[in-house]
């Protein structure tokens, strides 16, 4: 599954990282990179939902990163892509300045 290794470099983590995210062994993540284990559904799940990303993607059965986002732009879904990745707070204070944004 080499989508797991450009995700995983894509945010800057290491496999250790990744890993203790997804409460598994680093080796277990080297494994799932290399081709030499495949994740269970509920693996495939969580690895997804981490990502923000569609099992179709990650199981390379699609390239599109977002499907539940279709007829979207690539600058849409790039812009929900990094809205998923924030916490509550950083999400509210995003939405306040989108509504001063918004106002007449």
């Known amino acids: ?9 894509a ?17 277990m993540i080297s494994k ?3 081709g030499q284990a495949e994740p ?9 939902q981490y990502f923000g990303v569609s099992a179709d ?6 390239d599109d990163k977002y499907a539940s986002a279709a007829g979207l732009s690539e600058t849409e879904k790039e812009i929900l892509f990094d809205f998923k990745r924030l916490d509550d ?8 300045y989108l509504q001063g944004l918004l106002q007449k």
């Open 1 to 9: 599954m080499k989508r797991i290794k450009i995700l995983r470099e």
């Open 11 to 27: 945010r800057g983590l290491s496999q250790q990282r990744l890993a203790i995210e997804l409460n598994v062994s680093q080796a």
């Open 32 to 34: 799932y990179e290399l």
């Open 40 to 48: 269970d559904i509920q693996m495939i799940c969580n690895i997804a």
């Open 57 to 62: 993607y990650l199981l390379e059965l699609s």
């Open 89 to 96: 707070v950083q999400k509210g204070k995003l939405q306040a």
